[in-house]
Structure formats: structure tokens, C-alpha cells
């Protein structure tokens, strides 16, 4: 090797040396921070729900782009230094298991239904209900949306709750019901839930992208949104919208799903049915929604109605948890068992 190659070869890694030097010391820490993005163009971000690098790290670069109002080979630069200042690669699975500490649970009012779902509806995770009308699955959302707001120890999450309202059937007054048979303020109880009446499925998708600083302001610990697909049902009709259809409520539920994990809340979903006329024999309801819907959620549970007030739930999915079935009551009280 000649003296001038050598001295190249020493020129070469110091300047790799003085490449990767400034890339460790120069992580971001705030929007301002990543290249391309001022303060203008920081303030687009974080109107439209991008206020911090977790979730500019784990966008797309043509949505950052659209929303940023940037080019894409801009964004893909923003969302590589996004994902270096994070820690974004693999973990030890022990410590997820202690992260797993921190996940709590809703009671639903019934001991049989909080057993088969492990203890109650969990945070971090999504839990479906689907079934026909009167199976009680908007019942469930009203307990939930009271009980979470009590503290820990009596099965609650002492925070607020956001609602989504598709299918108009929320009613305050039987919130208030529920809280008063608990010995609950009802008027407090009342004022830590808010509610978003959806007035087509792009309108719901804007209310969940754009939850953030409402669940930063108000301790949200619990979303409700019922029916999660009651809209996409009535928007896209026919099977040359199915795919479009099906993309939008997959970004959606993993919005949702984002949500869940980023602060620490459980998120309650209702579900449609229809009956599948290939099914000869045996029960022929099934969820809306597809493989998309069925494979987004953490528990799937189906309800149907039993005599009188009695209910039956069926675990239909889960993560960790075995197939089975219990038997509620949905009356004046409440769930109960």
C-alpha cells in the first residue's frame, strides 16, 4: 500500500468518525429539533395531532407529508430522525413483562363477565363486542364509562371518558342512573364523560386522530365508540368500495390501538352483525367488519340475549385467555351477575 493510499484510508475514517459523532449527540427532543421542521411547519404537526416524535416516528412519510404540507423525500428524512432519537428496536421480553405491571382493568359490573375477561376490560389493549340489537353491548359501554371513573380499589381507573356516538344512542340520563344506584355523583360523573356525535365514518376518524390533547387535558382513561362500524357500513356500499372500505377502518382501529398503548387506557368498541346466508346450519350471525376488524382486536366477545334480563357472553378471541362463556344479567341496577 502507498504512502498516499494510506493517508486516504486515515482521511476516510476520520470522516466517518466525525459523521457518526454528531448523529449521537444530536438527537431530537422536540419537533424544532428534526430537519426540515420549523417552527411554522412544527405548529402545522401538532394541530393536526402530531405533537410529539413517538408519533411522527411511526407515521408514514406520505401522511406526514400531506399533513406537513412537505415534500416525501422531507418527511422520510423527518421520520429517520424521529426513529433514531427513539428507541424503537427490539426489547427484552422480561421487561415487557414488568411494563405489563402497569396495565390496569375495568370492572364491568359483573364477576362472571370480569372473570372471563381476565378481571375486566384491560387498557393498552381493544376489547369488541358484537352482536344483534338488544344483546346488550351499548349497556356495557354506559357501566364501563361509570365504573372506570372510580378508584383502583373498587375496580375503576379514576379517569374520564371519551364516547363516540355513531347509531344516536347515547343517553345521559341512564348514565346518571347507573351513577346514583352506585351511590355516585351523578352530575360529576356526567361531566367527566364527553361525547362526539359521528356524522359519517370520515368524521369518526377525525375525532379519534385528533383525541390527543383531549385525553392529555381531561385524564381520558377509557374510549367508547359505539358502533365502531356503523358508518363505514352506510359510506361505502357495495363490493367496489369494500377495499377502500376496509384500508380506512384498518388505519382507523390502529389509531385507536395507538392510543391505547401511548396512555396507558382501555378502549371499548361495538360491533355490528349481519347473518351469513352460506351458513346452512348453526348460528349464522356474523360481525361486520371482516379479518380486518377480527384481527385488530385484543378480546372479541360475542353477546346474545337470553331470557328475560339474562345475557351470554362468548370469548371469542384473546390473546391469553381461553374460550368461554358466562352468563349476565343487564336491568335497571346495571350489569350484574
Not at 424521529?82 to 421487561?95: K, V
Not at 382493568?105 to 376489547?127: F, H, N, P, W, Y
Amino acid at each position: 500500500m502507498t504512502r498516499g493510499s494510506e493517508k486516504a484510508e486515515e482521511v476516510t475514517i476520520m470522516e466517518e468518525d466525525e459523521i457518526e459523532e454528531p448523529r449521537a449527540k444530536n438527537l431530537a427532543h422536540s419537533l424544532e429539533d428534526l430537519p426540515g421542521i420549523g417552527p411554522a411547519t412544527a405548529d402545522k404537526l401538532r394541530k393536526a395531532g402530531y405533537g410529539d416524535l413517538q408519533k411522527i416516528a411511526a407515521s408514514s412519510q406520505h401522511e406526514l407529508a400531506e399533513v406537513a404540507e412537505i415534500g416525501v423525500e422531507t418527511a422520510k428524512k423527518v421520520i429517520a430522525a424521529a426513529r433514531d432519537s427513539l428507541e424503537m428496536g427490539y426489547e427484552r421480553a422480561d421487561d415487557l413483562l414488568e411494563r405489563r405491571k402497569a396495565v390496569g382493568r375495568v370492572t364491568t359490573g359483573s364477576s362472571e363477565l370480569d372473570a372471563l375477561l381476565g378481571g375486566g376490560v384491560e387498557t393498552q389493549s381493544i376489547t369488541e363486542c358484537y352482536g344483534k340489537f338488544s344483546s346488550g353491548k351499548t349497556q356495557l359501554g354506559f357501566q364501563l364509562a361509570v365504573n372506570v371513573q372510580k378508584p383502583k380499589e373498587k375496580g375503576g381507573l379514576g379517569g374520564g371518558v371519551l364516547i363516540v356516538d355513531t347509531e344516536s344512542t347515547f343517553r345521559p340520563e341512564r348514565v346518571k342512573q347507573l351513577a346514583e344506584v352506585q351511590g355516585m355523583d351523578a352530575l360529576e360523573v356526567l361531566k367527566n364523560i364527553h361525547v362526539a356525535k359521528a356524522l359519517n365514518s370520515d368524521h369518526q376518524i377525525v375525532l379519534i386522530e385528533k383525541a390527543d390533547e383531549m385525553i392529555k387535558k381531561n385524564n381520558i382513561k377509557l374510549i367508547v365508540v359505539d358502533s365502531m362500524t356503523a358508518h363505514f357500513r352506510a359510506d361505502y356500499v357495495g363490493r367496489a368500495a369494500l377495499g377502500e372500505r376496509q384500508q380506512k377502518l384498518n388505519k382507523h382501529v390502529h389509531m385507536l390501538q395507538k392510543l391505547a398503548d401511548q396512555f396507558n387506557l382501555a378502549v371499548y368498541i361495538t360491533n355490528q352483525v349481519m347473518d351469513n346466508p352460506g351458513i346452512m346450519f348453526g348460528d349464522p350471525t356474523t360481525p361486520i367488519g371482516g379479518h380486518v376488524l377480527a384481527h385488530s382486536s385484543t378480546y372479541r366477545i360475542y353477546l346474545r340475549k337470553g331470557k328475560e334480563d339474562k345475557r351470554i357472553a362468548r370469548l371469542v378471541d384473546s390473546p391469553s385467555l381461553p374460550d368461554g362463556e358466562c352468563v349476565f344479567r343487564v336491568g335497571a341496577n346495571g350489569l350484574t351477575d
